[in-house]
C-alpha cells in the first residue's frame, strides 16, 4: 500500500510493528524480507518516487575538510534511493576486511565473512548478479602474477538494479507494508529513561506533521543522514540519540579511486579478465595485494583496475572531488541525466567497438580504503533545512596510512610486473615522493559513504552492536554503510545489502 | 658504436672479476636494457638514465656503472639479462626512479645508455 504523507490530515498518528526509515537499497531489501508476514511494516521515505530538487535540497551542507562532493548530488533523496544513480559495481569483502589488523587502527568486524556468505549468496539474486566466473578464454588472459603477492579480485555488475523502479509495485501492493512517501523523519523521541523509542516525528513541504509509533524501529536514510537524524535527535540527550560516547558522526570513510600508474606491456594485448564493458560485463578481475602481503607491508586494502590508455584519459576528466566538474557532482538532476545519456551511450554498442581493441598502455586506476579515523566525522550544522532539520557540516580527513597504501600497493604490482617480466609499471607523479602525505588536486572518492554509525560490541567503541542494534536502546536499529567499522575493499552497495539480510533475520528471531 | 664501446668498457673494466665476461652473458646484451627500450622507447630511456645519475651522483661514471653491472651479472652465473633482471625484482633490489619501478640493473643500464648517449 501507498499513502503520500501530505494527503493525510495533520498529526496522523501511524502505528505498525515495524518501522523503517528510509527507502533506498537497505531499507527496500528489509521490507521485501517481510512480505507476507503478520507484522504490519511502515516504510518512511522522505521523497517521492520521482526526482524532486525540493527534497533533495534536504541533503544539501557543507564540507570542511578535504574537498568533496556536492552532498546534495552524493545521495538521492526519493524512492529507491542512490540506486537511481549507482554503477552497479559488486564485490565482496575480504576475510581480512573483517577481522582485526594490528597495523590498521579501530579495524575488525563483530563478525567474519563467513557469517556474510550465506547473506552474499541472496544480496546477489536481489543485484541481479552472475556469480559464476568469467568463462576459461577469459580467464587465459589472467596475468597470472606471483600469486604470494597478488591475486584476481572479482566484480560482479549489476545491471544496475534500480531498487525504485524495480521493486516499486512489489512494495505498494503488500498488504503488511504501508509505504509513506514525503515522509520526512525529523525527530525521534525515547521513553523518559531514554532506553527506547516511543514516537517519530514526521514532516513534509505541505506543512504537516504527523507521529509513528512501532515495535522497532531501523534508520536506513544513508551514512550521513542516519548520523544527522541521531545527533538532531538531542531533545532528551544533548549530544544525540546514542551518542554517549561521543562516537555518532564520527569515523565517516570514504574509498578513494584515483589513476595511480601507467602500465607498458611489449606488446599490445586485450587482457579481457580486467577490462570493463558497462551494462554488458557481467564479471571481471582487478588486481589486488594478498593478506600476506598486506600485512608484510602494513598496509590498507584496495584493487587496482586496468583501463586502456584511450578509456583512463576520458574517465581523467570525470568526477573528482574537486570543483571542476560543476555539472555532475555539483548539480543531481545533471548527474542522474548523465547516467541516461551513458546508459544509451553503451547500449549503443558503439563503446564497444571503440574501446576494447588490444593496447600495450594501460592506467592502474586504484580504489583504496580508508582507514577508520575518529577525526573525519559528520556534525550538525547551525543552518536549517525547509522542515527545520539542522543540514550537515562534513569535515573529511584522510591519514598517511591511505597515501602509502596506495604507492605500497602499486610498487607491488611494478615488482609482481617485473619479475613476470609482464611489463613495467610507472607511478604516476603525485605518488613519486615517499615523504609527500598530501593529496592532489585531482583527489577523488567513490561517492561511498561509510562509518557514522559504527558497530562494536562494546558500547564506548561503536554506536551499534554486532546486530545493529543502537547501545542502549532496545528497539533502535541501523542498517546501511553506516554501521561498517572499516570501509572495505569493495564498493560498498553488496555489503550493505547482505548486512541489511542478516539484519532482517535477527529482527524475524527477536 | 655505443655497444662496441660499452663492449671494450666492460673488457677493461673487469680484470678483477673472475667469472669471465663471455660466461656471463655480458657484451653484447647489457649496455642498454633492452626490455625497458623496447617497452617506453629510446628518449624515455635516457630521461630514466637522466634521472638515475642525478640522483646516484656517485655512479655518475661510465666505467663504475659498468663496474657495477658486471659485478650484478657475474652474481647470477650467466643466465639470460632478462632472467637477472626478473631475479632481482624477485629479491627486492628495486630501485624507482621518477616513477618507474625498476631493477636496480635496468635502471643502472639506463644510466650507461644515457651517458653513451
Not at chain 1, 580467464?139 to 538494479?161: C, E, T
Not at chain 2, 652473458?25 to 624515455?44: M, N, V, W
Not at chain 2, 651479472?73 to 624507482?96: A, C, L, M, T, Y
Request: net charge neutral; proline share 4%; glycine share 8%.
Amino acid at each position: 500500500m501507498h499513502i503520500d504523507a501530505r494527503t493525510l490530515d495533520n498529526n496522523t498518528l501511524i502505528e505498525g510493528d515495524i518501522c523503517i526509515v528510509g527507502a533506498g537499497a537497505a531499507g527496500i531489501t528489509l521490507a521485501l524480507q517481510f512480505l507476507d508476514s503478520p507484522l504490519k511494516i511502515i516504510l518512511l521515505e522522505g521523497g517521492g518516487f520521482e526526482y524532486d530538487a525540493k527534497m533533495q535540497d534536504m541533503y544539501r551542507g557543507r564540507s570542511v575538510g578535504l574537498p568533496y562532493y556536492s552532498l546534495e548530488s552524493a545521495r538521492l533523496h526519493y524512492f529507491g534511493g542512490t540506486t537511481g544513480h549507482w554503477a552497479g559495481y559488486c564485490s565482496e569483502y575480504d576475510e581480512i576486511d573483517f577481522r582485526k589488523r594490528e597495523w590498521v587502527p579501530d579495524s575488525g568486524w563483530p563478525l567474519t565473512r563467513n557469517d556474510l556468505d550465506k547473506y552474499y549468496k541472496k544480496a546477489a539474486e536481489i543485484l541481479e548478479l552472475q556469480t559464476s566466473l568469467p568463462d576459461n578464454r577469459i580467464l587465459k588472459s589472467s596475468l597470472n602474477f606471483d600469486r604470494n603477492l597478488l591475486k584476481d579480485k572479482i566484480w560482479y555488475f549489476s545491471p544496475p538494479v534500480r531498487f525504485g523502479k524495480k521493486f516499486r509495485e512489489t512494495i505498494t501492493r503488500a498488504p503488511n507494508i504501508i509505504l509513506y512517501t514525503y515522509a520526512n523523519v525529523t525527530n525521534i523521541l525515547a521513553n523518559e529513561n531514554i532506553t527506547a523509542v516511543k514516537e517519530l516525528t514526521v514532516r513534509n513541504i505541505a506543512g504537516k506533521e504527523h507521529k509513528v509509533r512501532a515495535k522497532r524501529i531501523i534508520l536506513a536514510c544513508c551514512a550521513i543522514q542516519n548520523a544527522r537524524l541521531l545527533l538532531a535527535s538531542n531533545s532528551q540527550a544533548s549530544k544525540g540519540l546514542g551518542n554517549d560516547k561521543d562516537l555518532l558522526g564520527r569515523y565517516f570513510m570514504e574509498h578513494l579511486e584515483m589513476y595511480t600508474a601507467d602500465l607498458y606491456l611489449p606488446k599490445p594485448a586485450s587482457l579481457d579478465l580486467y577490462r570493463l564493458q558497462f551494462f554488458y560485463t557481467k564479471s571481471r578481475a582487478e588486481l589486488a595485494l594478498t593478506e600476506n602481503r598486506q600485512k608484510e607491508l602494513g598496509i590498507l586494502n584496495g584493487t587496482a583496475a586496468l583501463d586502456p590508455v584511450v578509456v583512463a584519459e576520458e574517465n581523467e576528466t570525470g568526477s573528482d572531488t574537486s570543483s571542476n566538474n560543476k555539472d555532475s557532482t555539483e548539480d543531481p538532476a545533471a548527474s542522474l541525466k548523465g547516467w541516461e545519456n551513458a546508459e544509451k551511450y553503451y547500449e549503443s554498442g558503439k563503446y564497444l567497438k571503440e574501446k576494447f581493441s588490444k593496447t600495450k598502455q594501460y592506467m592502474l586506476f586504484a580504489r583504496m580504503e580508508q582507514s577508520p579515523n575518529p577525526l573525519s566525522r559528520v556534525m550538525l550544522d547551525s543552518e536549517k533545512d525547509a522542515l527545520g532539520m539542522p543540514r550537515i557540516v562534513l569535515d573529511w580527513k584522510l591519514s598517511a596510512l591511505e597515501k602509502r597504501s596506495y604507492r605500497k600497493m602499486i610498487e607491488t604490482i611494478g615488482v609482481a610486473c617485473g619479475m613476470a617480466g609482464t611489463g613495467r609499471v610507472r607511478l604516476h607523479e603525485w605518488l613519486h615522493d615517499e615523504t609527500d602525505n598530501s593529496w592532489p588536486e585531482n583527489l577523488a572518492g567513490g561517492w561511498h559513504h561509510m562509518g557514522t554509525t559504527r558497530m562494536h560490541e562494546r558500547s564506548d567503541r561503536g554506536v551499534v552492536d554486532g546486530n545493529c542494534k543502537v547501545h542502549g536502546i532496545e528497539n533502535l536499529y541501523v542498517a546501511g554503510s553506516s554501521c561498517f567499522p572499516t570501509a572495505g575493499s569493495a564498493n560498498p552497495t553488496f555489503t550493505i545489502v547482505a548486512m541489511t539480510l542478516r539484519l532482517a533475520d535477527h529482527l524475524k528471531s527477536q | 658504436m655505443q655497444r662496441r664501446r660499452f663492449v671494450l668498457l666492460t673488457l677493461a673494466g673487469t680484470a678483477a672479476v673472475s667469472i669471465p665476461l663471455s660466461y656471463c652473458g655480458i657484451g653484447d646484451e647489457t649496455d642498454r636494457p633492452e626490455f625497458l627500450h623496447s617497452l617506453i622507447g629510446k628518449d624515455k630511456t635516457i630521461e630514466i638514465g637522466k634521472a638515475y645519475v642525478d640522483r646516484f651522483p656517485a655512479e655518475a661514471d661510465i666505467k663504475k656503472l659498468t663496474e657495477l653491472i658486471s659485478a650484478a651479472v657475474s652474481d647470477q652465473h650467466g643466465s639470460p639479462v632478462n632472467i637477472r633482471i626478473q631475479n632481482e625484482f624477485r629479491k627486492g633490489k628495486v630501485v624507482i626512479i621518477n616513477g618507474w619501478i625498476l631493477s636496480h640493473t635496468e635502471a643502472r643500464q639506463s644510466a650507461l645508455f644515457y651517458l653513451n648517449s
